[in-house]
């Protein structure tokens, strides 16, 4: 739930998700869910000679599973927020 919540704060920001397949897709995160599904807007693909068939797509929906990394701009990661969390989340499991 701790990443459920950290990517929640981050809609509206420009995140690169990094498939297991190699690709790379930068764009505006719109929304993500409890699976961490990422839905994606206004989207380039990082290396987009690798993936011409990728192109001409504005918005994708990208099922958590197949997330490799998420790659997130420094200014937007509270980093005191995410301690919180984790601090509170090792209180839970314990």
Request: net charge negative; glycine share 4%; proline share 2%.
């Amino acid at each position: 739930m701790l990443f459920f919540s950290f990517f929640k704060t981050l809609v509206d920001h420009e995140v690169t998700v990094e498939l297991k397949n190699d690709i790379q897709i930068k764009g505006t995160l719109k929304s993500v869910d409890q699976y961490l599904n990422i839905k994606l807007e206004d989207i380039q693909v990082v290396d987009e000679l690798k993936h011409p068939h990728l192109s001409s797509v504005k918005n994708v929906f990208i099922r958590g599973s197949v997330v490799r990394y998420v790659h997130l701009p420094g200014n937007a990661v509270d980093t005191a927020l995410l301690e919180d969390g984790r601090f509170l989340q090792m209180q839970v499991d314990h």
